[in-house]
């Protein structure tokens, strides 16, 4: 097909973690939340829906917005509905900035393992990819602040996947007055860890924090996410989505599950709880395992390859996530469940070690 833009020929596509349909299997692999929603979110959505759709909904969809604003004011006291953009899921949001900030032959940063959607989106754009590796520990090396001709956009999976690790706020702040470009930390993760990045966008007009209902809120199927910017990039920034990038239903919803805080807390400690759980299981089996401060644990056994423990825990209804990244060691991504689920997990695991 000579039609297409050699930069679409040439890249492979994103390719998001398998969705099989067969409900039975246990699944691990793509740090969806175990637990439904709060019921609150199908109650908000039901009554939009009762009010019909024949109607464009709000484009910059303000009731979240404004919502949003009051329950992180607590952390950005700065904060008001002007600071947050919308989006179609924040991976919506990360492509909404990476059409804004990078041209055909500029350049990104990210760091290696990390999410991989990073490098698609740099594709689509034509640009170059700066993948600095983390340390060993999970630090960021000098290579990831260092400055660079055309580079124009750094992002930073905060906590990391596949580690769960975090880069302290402190060092975030410092990154981001080393770099010459705006910095998204995208803070996915950052319900399930102990701190996040929303104070320094007040402190630095570079830093974006970009978030999901994706995770902490049970809503992956939804589809909404947001970004924290100062205003005068919020305005610039919204010319580039889509004018309807938030359906109306997904903002009822979206709206909803922020007003559900005693849901949001239960089901958080919950996850906290068997994370840890998770954790000392996985060390007495044998495992090396990092640390997490999200809702996955990233793993690796010193005498079992990590792809045919995959393939085992498959074939007996076990989903987790193998992950193979270049310059890097392979391993187990998994998702935290219910204790049910990761109770389940562990038997089949041990019988096959
Ligand atoms: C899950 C995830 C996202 C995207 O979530 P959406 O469902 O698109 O909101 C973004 N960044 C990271 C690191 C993720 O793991």
Redo the contacts with the bound molecule.
């Keep these: 097909m000579s039609y297409l833009r050699p930069q679409i020929t040439a890249m492979t596509g994103y390719v998001p973690g398998e969705q099989p349909r067969d409900q039975k299997l246990i699944k691990l692999n793509t740090?969806e939340n175990p637990f439904p929603c709060s019921p609150g979110v199908q109650a908000a959505i039901g009554d939009a829906c009762q009010q019909g759709l024949q109607k464009y909904p709000d484009p910059t969809a303000l009731a979240f917005r404004v919502r949003a604003a009051e329950l992180l004011r607590e952390e950005l006291p700065e904060i008001d509905a002007d600071w947050i953009l919308c989006g179609n899921?924040?991976?919506?949001i990360?492509t909404i900035l990476t059409r804004a900030f990078v041209a055909a032959g500029d350049v990104v940063r990210f760091a290696n393992p990390s999410?991989v959607?990073y490098r698609t989106l740099a594709a689509i754009q034509g640009a170059e990819c700066d993948v600095v590796n983390f340390q060993a520990d999970w630090s960021l090396g000098p290579g990831f602040s260092r400055r660079q001709e055309r580079l124009r956009l750094t992002y930073l999976?905060n906590p990391n996947?596949p580690s769960g690790t975090v880069i302290p706020p402190a060092e975030v702040a410092a990154l981001a007055i080393a770099l010459p470009c705006p910095l998204v930390v995208?803070e996915?993760?950052a319900d399930f860890a102990e701190t996040n990045c929303l104070a320094l966008v007040a402190q630095d007009e570079k830093v974006v924090v970009?978030r999901?209902?994706?995770?902490s809120y049970a809503l992956?199927g939804l589809?909404?996410?947001f970004l924290v910017a100062q205003p005068q990039i919020v305005r610039e920034l919204a010319k580039v989505k889509d004018s309807y990038n938030c359906d109306a239903l997904s903002i009822a919803g979206a709206t909803a599950a922020l007003e559900d805080r005693q849901w949001f807390e239960q089901t958080r400690s919950i996850l906290l709880a068997t994370r840890a759980r998770l954790y000392e299981q996985l060390q007495q089996l044998g495992f090396q395992c990092v640390p997490s401060q999200a809702n996955f644990i990233w793993c690796q056994h010193p005498e079992h390859e990590s792809e045919g423990l995959y393939q085992a825990l498959k074939q007996q209804g076990i989903l987790v996530r193998y992950m193979n990244y270049p310059d890097w060691d392979d391993g187990l991504r998994i998702t935290v469940g219910t204790d049910e689920q990761i109770d389940a997990f562990l038997a089949v695991l041990a019988g096959l070690l």
């Design positions: 740090n899921g924040s991976d919506d990360l999410y959607l999976a996947s995208d996915a993760y970009s999901t209902l994706s995770k992956a589809r909404f996410g």
